[in-house]
């Protein structure tokens, strides 16, 4: 836990930001604020992209900690969801370019919540779900989440992972067709749940 | 043949993530386009992913993150207040082996002239008898050579203690 933290860089932050006259630090009540309605979402998006619950606890404070280190010109939730979520994305695609944690140490990420669930869905099915999805890469799990969960658009998906906004849509293409083949590998037909 | 350039495609998928009934001709497209079908297939089984509740696991406490932030902010406000030292130290260098390099150019001819002068002296101190030099060619090399020692560890006690911080 302590790594992550430690390899924050707060220069991006104050950069950014620094400039702008306005730009003031996150109070406590502002930031916990912002922590009760964002770090659940993010946290699953992490969970889900890395598969990991360490990494996803690792990296949801990363992104919170450049957050809280430097002056921040806007208040705007969905602003700050967004800078969250890409400052995240840029923190894991670190650790998976270093050969990180997330392609080593997989957890079998639904089985407890399978047991928790209240809709009916089976243990096996929740469990093949996120093993399914996990075998897609990185970078396609980024894509399809922030496309289809976040609804993010074109060019903050691009943003995101410094693409150019145009090969967003054939990527996003790719990795449907990709995950279709998956899923019709493991037996889900249109409509399976 | 599978085809991303399919007009329809974009609305298909978005109204089916976002689990609104597709309109007559989008849903007669889907119903023709094997490729669209393949396409909403795959972003409803995302939207259904994200939909199934997670393990109740607890998140960071946000109390240690505030002050994580706040630790950070520290460091940070240090390295930039010691950030002209770190310079200086580089410049303290530059100009102690920019003045080494004039002394020598300067004192040149009178450096090599004690050298060649205590340079037999030691062969011949080696083999038997030992021949007097000059004195002060002997307290310049001494001098020479002692600096030039103090200049280096110096300037490796800075290095290391820089990577060290």
């Known amino acids: 836990m302590a790594d992550h933290a430690a390899a924050v860089r707060v220069e991006d932050v104050g950069a950014q930001t620094q400039a702008d006259a306005r730009a003031e630090l996150l109070t406590d009540y502002e930031f916990r604020e912002l922590y009760a309605e964002h770090a659940r979402p993010l946290w699953a998006y992490l969970f889900r992209v890395t598969g990991n619950a360490a990494d996803a606890d690792d990296l949801l404070?990363?992104?919170?900690?450049?957050?809280?280190?430097?002056?921040?010109?806007?208040?705007?939730?969905?602003?700050?969801?967004?800078?969250?979520?890409?400052?995240?994305?840029?923190?894991a695609t670190d650790l998976w370019r270093r050969g990180g944690r997330g392609t080593r140490r997989q957890e079998p990420v639904t089985e407890d919540a399978a047991v928790t669930a209240?809709?009916?869905?089976?243990v096996a099915l929740k469990r093949d779900m996120a093993r399914t999805f996990r075998e897609l890469k990185p970078q396609e799990r980024v894509l399809l989440w922030l496309a289809h969960v976040e609804g993010s658009g074109h060019g903050e998906i691009a943003g995101t992972l410094g693409l150019k906004p145009a090969s967003v849509p054939v990527l996003l293409f790719r990795a449907r067709r990709k995950l279709a083949a998956l899923l019709r590998k493991k037996g889900y037909g249109p409509g399976e749940r | 043949m599978l085809r991303h350039d399919c007009a329809q495609l974009p609305d298909i998928v978005e109204a089916t993530v976002a689990g609104r009934a597709l309109n007559a001709p989008l849903a007669a497209h889907l119903a023709s386009c094997p490729s669209c079908r393949e396409q909403v297939e795959a972003a409803a089984f995302v939207r259904r992913l994200a939909d199934t509740p997670d393990a109740p696991h607890p998140l960071p406490d946000p109390a240690v993150i505030w002050w994580k932030a706040q630790l950070l902010r520290r460091w940070q406000a240090e390295r930039s207040a010691s950030a002209p030292i770190e310079r200086m130290h580089w410049i303290e260098l530059a100009a102690g082996l920019a003045s080494l390099a004039a002394f020598l150019a300067w004192q040149w001819k009178t450096l090599a002239s004690a050298l060649a002068q205590v340079i037999p002296m030691s062969l011949a101190s080696m083999t038997a008898t030992p021949a007097p030099g000059h004195p002060l060619s002997s307290v310049l090399l001494i001098g020479g050579a002692a600096s030039v020692a103090i200049m280096f560890l110096a300037a490796l006690h800075r290095r290391l203690g820089g990577t060290s911080r």
């Open chain 1, 61 to 91: 404070q990363e992104a919170f900690c450049r957050l809280l280190a430097a002056p921040i010109a806007t208040r705007d939730s969905s602003q700050l969801r967004a800078y969250l979520f890409r400052t995240a994305t840029n923190a």
């Open chain 1, 118 to 122: 209240s809709h009916g869905e089976t």
